[in-house]
């Protein structure tokens, strides 16, 4: 009985000087630990008669009980005021100013990607996702382009293989649409995408540049729809009071084709620096599609008829927000950027 009183002698008096959660983590291990004192104790068993063993026994289950139950809330203690501490340490001053941060602004590039896609949404359109790798068949033969056409000619397109290039227009996803629906369904589709030519980058030229085309295919479509349809659009996308006009041109894959001029939106059609005097500026390429790329891609061009148009994504940019050179779409450079804002 006298070892067990030592013990708890020496046990309370360094539970009572345990500073730290490390100090009291000696504590344990010198006391409570499976080979610590208190458990020490129980080794004296053997020296004992019988009739003092129980006696003993229950002295030491009480003091390793009551040892147990201190240490946890020593223990309780010494973590809330670690916890204080770190707490201290770590306080953060709310009442200071927050670090700025420049937000992003999109491309005018996108921009006008995503404003012509909404204007032909809300016409009934479909978006129509094109490829950029094409095949020559798609890109130039189901177009109508013959084989001698210069837009054939290594100087004008990146051909990667005998078959597959980088496609030179967006009208080649015109051609799978129509294959897809296999001559039998009509079509109301707009297909925005880049498209790559070779050619020397300058201010006004690149290499890479977006078009969104457009392609309508039904029963009883004449010119008469497509100047409607392209006089909504100038109208949406350039103002209300703008009007178009259109001038007859050459496309392969369109017969008759035209090429479309919008009233100034600048000077109202008196003439001025933008539009070089003459009150109009040319934004897109359009006609009725051409029977032999009906036929070619399906339809009967007895029964069907359509028309196509191709908006240039950077010129219509140019044009809106006055931008000088096109190289500027590309160079993500964040003075030219943070003029513009999304809607």
């Known amino acids: 009985m006298e070892k067990i009183d030592e013990v708890a002698l020496r046990a309370k008096q360094s539970l009572q000087e345990a500073g730290s959660l490390t100090d009291l983590e000696r504590f344990y291990a010198s006391y ?21 063993k129980a006696a003993f026994g229950k002295e030491v289950n009480e003091l390793k009980k009551g040892l147990s139950e201190a240490y946890e809330a020593k223990k309780s203690e010494l973590e809330a005021e670690a916890l ?42 479909e978006v129509y996702s094109g490829r950029d790798v094409e095949t020559d068949l798609y890109n130039f033969e189901l177009l109508n382009v013959p084989e001698d056409h210069p837009a054939r000619d290594m100087q004008d397109t990146f051909y990667l293989d005998a078959n597959r290039l980088l496609r030179t227009q967006t009208s080649a996803a015109q051609a799978h ?40 295919v039904d029963k009883n479509i ?46 109202g059609g008196k003439g001025c620096s933008i539009c070089k005097g003459s009150g109009w500026i040319e934004i897109l390429g359009a006609g009725m599609v051409n029977p032999k790329v009906l036929q070619m891609c399906g339809y009967d061009p007895e029964v069907w008829s359509g028309f196509a148009f191709g908006v240039g994504v950077e010129r219509v940019a140019m044009l809106r927000y006055g931008i000088d050179d096109i190289r500027r779409f590309y160079t993500n450079d964040y003075r030219f950027l943070k003029e513009f804002k999304a809607k």
């Open 32 to 52: 409570l630990a499976k080979k610590g004192e208190v458990s020490a104790l129980l080794s004296h068993m053997k020296e004992l008669p019988p009739q003092e």
């Open 84 to 125: 204080k501490k770190k707490l201290e340490a770590e306080r953060i001053d709310i009442s200071l100013p927050g670090d700025s941060l420049n937000s992003g602004h999109p491309n005018p590039f996108r921009l006008i990607i995503d404003e012509v896609t909404d204007i032909f949404l809300d016409m009934g359109y």
């Open 177 to 216: 649409a129509m294959k897809e629906r296999g001559g039998l369904t009509p079509i109301k589709m707009i297909s925005p995408g880049k498209t790559y030519r070779r050619d020397d980058d300058d201010a006004t030229h690149s290499h890479q540049f977006a078009q969104i085309e457009g392609l309508v």
């Open 222 to 267: 004449s010119l008469a729809n497509l100047k409607a349809t392209l006089e909504l659009f100038a109208k949406k996308m350039f103002g209300p009071k703008r009007e178009i006009r259109l001038r007859s041109s050459y496309f392969p894959f369109t017969e008759p084709s035209v090429e479309v001029d919008v009233s100034c939106f600048n000077c």
